[in-house]
């Protein structure tokens, strides 16, 4: 039985699923580092495929941009197809200067603005954090590969462009190392449901700084959170 969005059948996903926003990054994940591959998805283009990384099954599933869209796939993902760890794969935007284009961040927790979040507690605010056993093994995954990562946490906006040009100030203040649009809910969501999640992060471009890098780039070049995420899947 599929899902709304997801057209796969129950089994044809596995139990750990890496969730970039962009599903080219999906495919060109399938198709270069995975074997035995089946696209079990093609709904609204929003590609996942289901493989095997040194013997391991694993699926890959594009999520789109920002909470309201990741939302969705999170929520189908554990109950219709009972997956219990989702591995976020993406970039985000760095604030604070030292972080270097190409640098990965484990996330441990994830600040925000989801509307969804004051949806389900409203006045309250709940501090959304990742899977404390994917993190710690993904750090230790990490060393064994002679990739260094920083650990902290980001925040999650639903509003990529903004008029205050020092609107992340006070969050890097706050140690906040980068921002992206989908750990939040991503972090809520599986607490909620009983699930595991953690967020592994490629700086794409340094706000403080200006450096920046292209799309392109951004759906091939991120090889060292892919190889982190695969191995700890």
């Known amino acids: 039985m599929a899902s709304v969005h997801i057209e796969a059948k129950v089994g044809e ?8 926003g962009d599903p080219l990054r999906a495919k060109h994940v399938a198709d270069t580092m995975l074997e035995d591959v089946i696209c079990y998805n093609r709904v609204r283009n929003m590609l996942g495929y289901t493989g095997y990384y040194k013997g391991k099954r694993v699926s890959i599933q594009g999520a789109g941009m920002g909470m309201g869209s990741t939302s969705i796939y999170v929520n189908e993902l554990i109950q219709t197809y009972g997956v219990k760890n989702l591995i976020r794969v993406g970039t985000c ?28 507690f409203g006045v309250m605010h709940y501090a959304a954090t990742a899977d404390f056993e994917l993190l710690f093994k ?19 906006t639903n509003t990529f462009y903004d008029d205050n040009p020092n609107r992340w100030d006070k969050w890097e203040k706050q140690g906040i190392l980068g921002v ?10 599986a607490s909620r449901l009983n699930a595991r999640a953690l967020t592994i992060l490629t700086v794409s471009d340094n706000i403080k700084t200006g450096a920046f890098s292209g799309h392109a780039e951004r759906e091939k070049s991120y090889v060292d959170m892919m190889r982190i995420a695969l191995e700890l899947a």
């Open 13 to 20: 996903i596995a139990e750990t699923v890496l969730l970039p």
């Open 138 to 156: 993904a750090y230790n995954i990490a060393k064994e590969l002679g990739i260094e990562t920083h650990q902290g946490s980001i925040f999650s």
């Open 180 to 189: 992206e649009m989908e750990s939040q809910i991503l972090f809520t969501l």
């Open 93 to 120: 935007g760095a604030i604070q200067e030292h972080l270097q284009l190409g640098e990965v961040i484990l996330a441990m927790s994830a600040s925000g603005d989801s509307g969804a979040n004051t949806a389900y």
